[in-house]
C-alpha cells in the first residue's frame, strides 16, 4: 500500500512562529536546508517520516498534530458543501484541505456559518407547523432544537460523570498547582501546546467570553469577565485538549441526535471538568462536609464565585463519598429558566420548579442577600431551599448588567447537615418533619390544584374553571 504522503506546512510555520524561530534556526535544528524547510511550508514537499521524528525529538511535537489538526474541520466543511445549495460548488478534496490548513479560523466560520443556517431552518420548519395549524397547536410536532434536548439528558440525568473525575484527578496531580491553578494552566498551555492566554478590552471583544485563534494558538478572554470565570475559562480549554477522549466518550454515552446537539453536549461537559479541575472531588466534598455546605465558605476557601461552588455542590455523588443530593435551578427575572441539574437529575416531577413563590423570583428584590426557605409541594413533599443572585459579565456603565437568580435545594430530611437550615423559624436539630413552617408551593400553575392562590398565573389543566357571575376568588383562575 502506498504511503500516505503529510502535507502539514501551515503548521509547521505556526509551530515555528510560535516558538519565535527564523526558518534558519529551525532548519539547523531538523538538520536541512533552509531553502528545504521554505518549500515544506508552502507544501511544495511532504514531511518524511525522519522529520517527524525529528520535530518530535527536538521540539516536542506529537505526531498526531502534524496529521489530524484539520482532520474534523475538513469533514465539516465536507458537510458544509454537501448542502443543495453549495452542491454545485462543491470544491475538491485538495482545495479543502488548503482552506482547512492555510485559514483556519476562516473555515471554522464557514462551519459556525453553516451551523447557524441549518439550526435557522429548523426554526422555520417548526414555525411552518404552527402555521398550518393556524396557531392553535401548542406542541410542534417536528424535531426540538439541538439544545432543547441537551439539557433534557442533562437534567433526567445524575450530575456526576466519575470518568471525567478521574481524568481530571490525573491531569491536576500533572500540574500540581499549589496555590495558583491559573499560572499552571497558563504554563501548561504554553509548554504543550505553544498556547498564550490573553485578556483582550471590551472595545476588542464586545461579543465573546472566549476566544481561540487557531492561527495564532492565542486564547482570548474578555475582561468583561471576573477572575473566576477567567480561571474557568481557561480550564475549560485546557480539559476538553487534555481530555478529548474521555469526553467523546462521555458524549458518545448520552446518544444525542444530532452533531449539533452533541457540540453542546461538549461545551457543557467542558464546564462540568473545569469545575472539577478547580474544586477537586475529594477535598471538595470533604470542605463541605465540615462546612456543613456554606457555600460562602466554599467559595473562599477554593478561590471561586458562589455560583461555581453551588454548580459543584450538584455533583457529590461518587460511591463511597457522597454529599447531600442538592439540585439547582438558574432563571432571570422574566422567569426564563437557563439551567436544572442534580446530583440525582433535577427532580421535575417532584419539586417541578415553576412555581412563581418560589424564593428564587424574591431574590430579585434583594440582590445579593441569601434567602433560606422550607417549601411544601401539594403532596406533602418538602425542601430546603437557598437562592441568591448572581452577576454575569460586567458591562460598561451604559450596559445593564445581565443578573440571574440561583436556586439550590435538597430533601427537607437532610436540613441538620446543612448550614442555612438555622435560618428556617422554629428549626431546632432533629426536630420532625413538618415541625419547620413551610410555603405551600407547586411544581407549576397548570399542574397545581392548589385553590386561593394570590400567585396563580394560569388555570390548572386537571380542573374544569368555576365561571360563577356571583362569585369573585382570589385569582382570575377560579376552579371548582
Known amino acids: ?228 470565570d477567567q480561571l474557568r475559562e481557561i480550564a475549560m480549554e485546557a480539559c476538553l485538549i487534555r481530555m478529548t477522549v474521555a469526553v467523546a466518550g462521555e458524549i458518545q454515552a448520552l446518544k444525542l441526535s444530532s452533531d449539533e446537539a452533541r457540540r453542546l453536549a461538549r461545551f457543557e461537559l467542558g464546564r462540568y471538568a473545569a469545575h472539577a479541575l478547580m474544586m477537586p472531588y475529594a477535598a471538595f466534598q470533604t470542605a463541605a462536609v465540615r ?53 440525582q437529575g433535577f427532580p421535575q416531577s417532584r419539586f417541578g420548579g415553576g412555581c412563581p413563590k418560589l424564593p428564587v423570583h424574591a431574590a430579585f428584590m434583594q440582590p445579593g442577600q441569601i434567602l433560606v426557605e422550607a417549601v411544601e409541594m401539594p403532596d406533602g413533599a418538602e425542601f430546603l431551599t437557598v437562592a441568591r443572585t448572581l452577576e454575569g459579565p460586567q458591562g460598561s456603565f451604559s450596559e445593564r448588567p445581565r443578573r440571574t437568580a440561583l436556586l439550590i435545594g435538597c430533601d427537607i430530611g437532610f436540613r441538620d447537615e446543612i448550614v442555612y437550615s438555622a435560618a428556617l423559624p422554629g428549626a431546632a436539630p432533629g426536630a420532625a418533619k413538618g415541625s419547620v413552617p413551610a410555603t405551600p408551593v407547586g411544581p407549576a400553575c397548570r399542574l397545581c390544584e392548589r385553590s386561593g392562590c394570590l400567585a396563580r398565573a394560569e388555570p390548572p389543566v386537571t380542573r374544569p374553571l368555576g365561571l360563577d357571575e356571583m362569585v369573585t376568588g382570589l385569582s382570575a383562575f377560579d376552579f371548582r
Not at 177 to 200: Q, S, T
Open 1 to 228: 500500500m502506498a504511503e500516505q504522503k503529510i502535507f502539514a506546512g501551515p503548521r509547521i510555520r505556526r509551530i515555528r512562529n510560535a516558538k519565535g524561530l527564523t526558518q534558519t534556526a529551525m532548519a539547523e535544528g531538523l538538520g536541512i536546508s533552509p531553502s528545504y524547510l521554505n518549500l515544506i511550508e508552502r507544501n511544495q514537499r511532504p514531511l518524511t517520516v525522519q522529520l517527524i521524528l525529528k520535530l518530535s525529538a527536538v521540539y516536542k511535537v506529537e505526531p498526531e498534530e502534524l496529521q489530524g489538526e484539520a482532520g474534523g474541520s475538513i469533514a465539516a466543511l465536507k458537510e458544509a458543501f454537501a448542502d443543495p445549495l453549495l452542491a454545485g460548488e462543491l470544491p475538491g478534496d485538495q482545495e479543502l484541505i488548503e482552506l482547512a490548513e492555510s485559514a483556519p479560523n476562516a473555515a471554522a466560520a464557514m462551519v459556525k456559518l453553516f451551523r447557524a443556517y441549518r439550526e435557522q431552518a429548523a426554526r422555520l420548519s417548526d414555525l411552518t407547523d404552527m402555521l398550518a395549524r393556524e396557531g392553535r397547536a401548542t406542541a410542534l410536532s417536528s424535531a426540538r432544537l439541538p439544545i432543547d434536548e441537551v439539557h433534557e439528558v442533562f437534567e433526567r440525568r445524575a450530575n456526576h460523570f466519575a470518568g471525567i473525575e478521574e481524568e481530571v484527578e490525573a491531569f491536576h496531580a500533572l500540574l500540581d498547582p499549589g496555590e495558583d491553578l491559573a499560572g499552571a494552566l497558563k504554563a501548561w498551555l504554553k509548554r504543550e501546546f505553544g498556547i498564550v492566554v490573553r485578556v483582550l478590552p471590551v472595545a476588542t471583544m464586545p461579543n465573546w467570553r472566549r476566544r481561540y485563534d487557531r492561527h495564532s494558538q492565542r486564547l482570548f478572554l474578555s475582561e468583561r469577565l471576573s477572575p473566576f
Open 291 to 343: 462546612a456543613r455546605y456554606d457555600i460562602d465558605v466554599l467559595k473562599a476557601r477554593f478561590g471561586v464565585s458562589f455560583e461555581h461552588a453551588a454548580n459543584r455542590l450538584t455533583t457529590l455523588q461518587r460511591q463511597g463519598a457522597m454529599g447531600v443530593p442538592f439540585f439547582m435551578l438558574e432563571v432571570d427575572n422574566a422567569g426564563n429558566r437557563f439551567r436544572r441539574a442534580g446530583a
